[in-house]
């Protein structure tokens, strides 16, 4: 069980609030897949980062429930132990705003340009 599994998990009802039809059946699938091979033991946070960053609408829904103070616990703001750590995260966004989000998940990954403002994202401090 791992912070993105959780939301991946809670998402899928609100996917077709947050995205049309189409898009909200292929991403229900694509997280069905994917939390198919978390039971089976499998390390898919890497993959899941990357289909809710490759969505704005569920990026935005993303980010919002990992700000939630409500959310007690569920916190991804554990420092990475190297590569191969898996289920830490580290939160990157452009520094005017969360309109650029990334999730690093392994140090060997290079942090991306800001697509708006081309330039790089900084990480969000833990809390
Ligand atoms: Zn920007």
């Given at each position: 069980m791992s912070v993105l599994t959780d939301l991946a998990r809670s998402l899928r009802p609100s996917l077709g609030m947050l995205v049309d039809d189409a898009e909200a059946t292929r991403l229900s699938a694509a997280i069905e897949q994917l939390l198919r091979e978390h039971d089976d033991g499998k390390d898919v946070d890497t993959r899941l980062a990357e289909l809710f960053s490759s969505v704005p609408e569920i990026q935005r829904y993303v980010t919002n429930a990992l700000d939630d103070p409500l959310n007690p616990g569920k916190t991804p703001y554990e420092p990475l132990a190297g590569d191969g750590a898996g289920s830490s995260l580290q939160r990157y966004e452009c520094r005017y705003g969360p309109h650029a989000t990334w999730f690093r998940s392994s140090l060997s990954q290079e942090v991306p340009l800001?697509?708006?403002?081309q330039i790089p994202l900084r990480l969000v401090p833990g809390r």
């Open positions: 800001c697509p708006e403002h």
